[in-house]
């Protein structure tokens, strides 16, 4: 879980700091990883963890591309 943080973490970031393209690269990159360790977490046969498990990454790799999208786009119009 604590990547799910770190996805929004990234997207709130970048999306405050850089430009709006790095910031998406960013924030999906982060997405990514995180749905990578879920998915071998849930493939790996060690523990019971449920398939359903794979749409918490999604779903935090969506909110962090609003939230990024929202940010990039709110600084750019401030600083026009």
């Known amino acids: 879980m604590p990547l799910l943080a770190l996805v929004l973490v990234v997207a709130v970031v970048l999306g405050l700091t850089t430009s709006r ?13 995180a749905y990578v360790a879920f998915t071998w977490a849930v493939v790996d046969g060690r523990g019971d963890d449920p398939v359903w498990l794979l749409a918490l990454p999604a779903l935090a790799g969506a909110s962090g591309l609003w939230i990024t999208q929202r940010l990039a786009g709110n600084r750019a119009t401030r600083t026009s």
């Open 21 to 33: 393209r790095v910031a998406v690269i960013g924030t999906a990159a982060a997405t990514a990883a």
